[in-house]
């Protein structure tokens, strides 16, 4: 049950792209259509972003996606707002339990 | 409204025992598989632990196997998590967590445990 891999940080300006990474193994990310993303800002409850991969619960901004090659996953957010600015984890299924990434803090600058 | 609220977070020493409680309401809590899932203090989620609807499967981390029992009451839309034997490194926020199919797509406000002498 080792933790997924995230860069501690990334950032862009307003209206810009940004693309979160998340690297995990052949028995969780690269096994499994599994994974997901959250949104967490200081002091509030993770928000469901991305779940299997690609798919935006119902009130998620299409500037949200999701893909995933091989181990790695990645989280995209196009036309970024400031409202964006918050700490992103990934996290993924892995047979009998589930793992999460260090998680990100995009900024928006 | 869709709701998940903790409750039963506190001060407690190390050796101790602790349950938290978790009330559902606005959906039919006997179908969705729940999980507990902690932030300690300026980190990241970790997973703790998952229980089927039914509770006829429960798995748990590594860190908390054989300390932590994850258990639910169907009738009374609530969700349990005995945690024994506490560390310090037990420190965090405890989340409840709905499970929608693979993902965690409701989160209650989370309840403080603090493990300290």
């Known amino acids: 049950q080792s933790a997924l891999t995230q860069p501690p940080s990334a950032s862009g300006s307003p209206g810009q792209s940004v693309t979160i990474s998340c690297t995990g193994t052949?028995?969780?990310?690269?096994?499994?259509?599994?994974v997901s993303w959250y949104q967490q800002h200081p002091g509030k409850a993770p928000k469901l972003m991305i779940y299997?991969?690609?798919e935006r619960p119902s009130g998620v901004p299409d500037r949200f996606s999701g893909s995933k090659s091989g181990n790695t996953a990645s989280l995209t957010v196009s036309g970024l707002q400031a409202e964006d600015e918050a700490n992103y984890y990934c996290?993924?299924?892995?047979?009998?339990?589930?793992?999460f990434g260090g998680g990100t803090k995009l900024t928006v600058l | 409204e869709v709701q998940l609220v903790e409750s039963g977070g506190g001060f407690v020493q190390p050796g101790g025992s602790l349950r938290l409680f978790c009330a559902a309401s606005?959906?039919?809590?006997?179908?969705?598989?729940m999980n507990w899932v902690r932030q300690a203090p300026g980190k990241g989620l970790e997973w703790v632990s998952y229980?089927?609807?039914?509770?006829?499967?429960?798995y748990y981390a590594d860190s908390v196997k054989g300390r932590f029992i994850i258990s639910r009451d169907n009738a009374k839309n609530s969700l349990y998590v005995q945690m024994n034997s506490l560390r310090a490194e037990d420190t965090a926020v405890y989340y409840c967590?709905?499970?929608?199919?693979?993902?965690?797509?409701?989160w209650g406000q989370g309840t403080m445990v603090t493990v300290s002498s």
């Open positions: 299997e991969v690609t």
């Open positions: 052949s028995s969780d990310v690269g096994k499994y259509n599994y």
């Open positions: 229980i089927s609807f039914r509770s006829d499967t429960v």
């Open positions: 967590a709905r499970n929608k199919v693979y993902d965690f797509d409701i």
């Open positions: 606005g959906f039919t809590f006997s179908t969705y598989s």
């Open positions: 996290s993924s299924y892995a047979g009998t339990a589930w793992v």
